[in-house]
């Protein structure tokens, strides 16, 4: 298996007994989640569709979708937070909710085409080919239909942000969470999706507030954002 690094998943093992912890390392996915699960619902309408969310983790967004009714499948390959998320469904009784060890390269050989809808949040940035992992989200969905990418720009801002900010001064993250130089700008993503076949509709970014503690949307895409895109219809 060549797109993944050991060592990425490494550390999302190491913490993933506090993944559903809100006051953990995590906080911040917990806090971004109803923000992202609303951005997604308003455009792809989630209920009744069936999702694969690459790069799940604990579940966090994976569970919320099903949670909408949506019929949802999430894939990671770090062992203990797929385990920590098959707990969490049992424990939440929710309905319609699977999770897979596997690639979405593999699951896209395996099945591709086989969703309405591809979310991939918050991983592009931890593998060592991107583009690989957008092509795969593009072959696993149907034509006409969404994927969703979220992941942090590249530039000195998100470096004094996502990195100084986060890691060493507020402390919302472990130092080490991320590495620079795999940060990704929107261009870059863009023509990603587009050499996978994949037209941007709409990009989102999202925002810390480091005094209320509050994430918000809002137009600037400078540090955090999304991406949603489309395949073109057969
Ligand atoms: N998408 C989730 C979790 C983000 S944390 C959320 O936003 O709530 C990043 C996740 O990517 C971790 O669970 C990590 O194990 C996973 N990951 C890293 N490299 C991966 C790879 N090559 N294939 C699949 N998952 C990977």
């Known amino acids: 298996?060549?797109?993944v690094d050991a060592q990425e998943l490494a550390k999302f093992s190491a913490l993933a007994h506090r993944w559903w912890d809100k006051e953990s390392e995590f906080r911040p996915l917990h806090e971004i989640n109803p923000l992202r699960l609303d951005w997604i619902d308003s455009l792809a309408a989630v209920r009744g569709k069936r999702i694969v969310d690459v790069g799940c983790g604990g579940g966090i967004l994976a569970e919320a979708l099903a949670q909408r009714g949506a019929v949802v499948t999430g894939i990671d390959l770090a062992t203990k937070p797929l385990g920590v998320a098959r707990l969490h469904a049992l424990e939440s009784g929710v309905a319609d909710l699977d999770y897979r060890e596997i690639s979405a390269e593999a699951l896209a050989a395996e099945q591709p085409g086989a969703f309405d809808i591809v979310t991939c949040m918050e991983m592009l940035e931890h593998v060592p080919d991107p583009a690989s992992t957008v092509r795969a989200c593009a072959a696993l969905v149907k034509p006409g239909g969404w994927v969703f990418f979220s992941t942090i720009n590249r530039n000195p801002k998100a470096f004094l942000f996502a990195i100084v900010g986060a890691?060493?001064?507020?402390?919302l993250l472990p130092r080490g969470t991320h590495e620079y130089a795999r940060f990704i700008r929107p261009s870059e993503l863009a023509r990603h999706g587009r050499d996978a076949g994949l037209d941007l509709v709409a990009t989102q970014g999202m925002t810390y507030n480091p005094l209320t503690r509050r994430y918000r949307l809002e137009p600037d895409t400078?540090?955090?954002?999304?991406?949603?895109?489309r395949?073109?219809?057969a």
Do not use: R, T
Request: charged share 10%.
């Open 1 to 3: 298996m060549s797109n």
């Open 167 to 171: 890691e060493y001064v507020l402390q």
């Open 222 to 229: 400078s540090v955090n954002y999304l991406f949603a895109c």
């Open 231 to 233: 395949k073109a219809a």
